[in-house]
Nanobody
Framework: QVQLVESGGGLVQAGGSLRPSCAASGFTFGSYSMGWYRQAPGKERELVARISSDGTTYYADSVKGRFTISRDNAKKKLYLQMNSLKPEDTAVYYC??????????????WGQGTQVTVSS
């Protein structure tokens, strides 16, 4: 079965960096788009970044220029390099599997999430 396990969240000061990762299993990782989403307390889950199977990426305006999504198909891992973190980046970050090779097809599985807290 599909499993997505996030790790690498934590507490960091504003301006700092974190690099959460997502270990995938149960499907042909390299054939599917993947994404990172986040949910802050009292807010709806929102898209952070996504990457298609061919490496095409998309970023939310709020993180563009600060975050970088990447994938290692051999290791079946998804990463999110987060630099210049701000307190408003505080949220639970979720890894998601796409329905197909393009991120335009949406997602169908979610990980359990990893907490990222940015202190001011």
């Amino acid at each position: 079965q599909v499993q997505l396990v996030e790790s690498g969240g934590g507490l960091v000061q504003a301006g700092g960096s974190l690099r959460p990762s997502c270990a995938a299993s149960g499907f042909t990782f390299g054939s599917y788009s993947m994404g990172w989403y986040r949910q802050a307390p009292g807010k709806e889950r929102e898209l952070v970044a996504r990457i298609s199977s061919d490496g095409t990426t998309y970023y939310a305006d709020s993180v563009k220029g600060r975050f970088t999504i990447s994938r290692d198909n051999a290791k079946k891992k998804l990463y999110l390099q987060m630099n210049s973190l701000k307190p408003e980046d505080t949220a639970v970050y979720y890894c998601a599997k796409g329905r197909g090779s393009s991120y335009l097809l949406g997602v169908d599985y979610w990980g359990q999430g990893t907490q990222v807290t940015v202190s001011s």
